[in-house]
């Protein structure tokens, strides 16, 4: 009996994703980003621009991954655009090339740093959509 109840106990302290900041964060220039729901059931969004109108955007679920978050775009199963998330900045790491997609000619997402931002600067698409 007691190897059971060791064992749901160890079960019942699992560690569960941590809490992060939700809302709109502001990158240079338009670019954006957004975090919304809560902690387990995340969702969030970016767009940021190269030269003129050409951007890169992706919507989609965020999941916790190796202590850090990725950025899971709807419908999609291998792009995983890696975010570092610190108290209320968001970093973009380098995604795979499967990301590819979501990316105009000339516009990366890499290496892109977002701050916690006022309600102000929304996260939207081209067409003025949320993309949270």
């Known amino acids: 009996m ?3 109840a060791l064992l749901l106990a160890a079960c019942s302290q699992q560690v569960k994703d941590p809490s992060i900041p939700t809302g709109s ?3 240079q220039g338009r670019d954006r980003l957004c975090i919304a729901g809560e902690a387990g059931n995340y969702r ?3 767009i ?3 030269d003129g109108e050409t951007n890169c955007s992706a919507s989609g ?3 916790a991954e190796g202590g850090k978050y990725v950025l899971v775009p709807r419908g999609e199963g291998d792009c995983r655009i890696p975010l570092e998330i610190k108290a209320n900045l968001v970093r973009v790491g380098q995604p795979p090339a499967a990301c590819a997609y979501y990316c105009g000619p000339g ?3 890499a290496g892109r740093a977002f701050n916690k931002a006022d309600m102000g600067s929304q996260a939207v698409d081209l067409a003025g959509d949320p993309l949270c």
Do not use: D, S
Request: aromatic share 12%; glycine share 22%; charged share 10%.
């Open 61 to 63: 679920r965020l999941l």
């Open 2 to 4: 007691i190897p059971v």
């Open 25 to 27: 964060y502001a990158g």
């Open 48 to 50: 940021a621009f190269g």
């Open 107 to 109: 516009a990366e997402m």
């Open 44 to 46: 969030g969004g970016l």
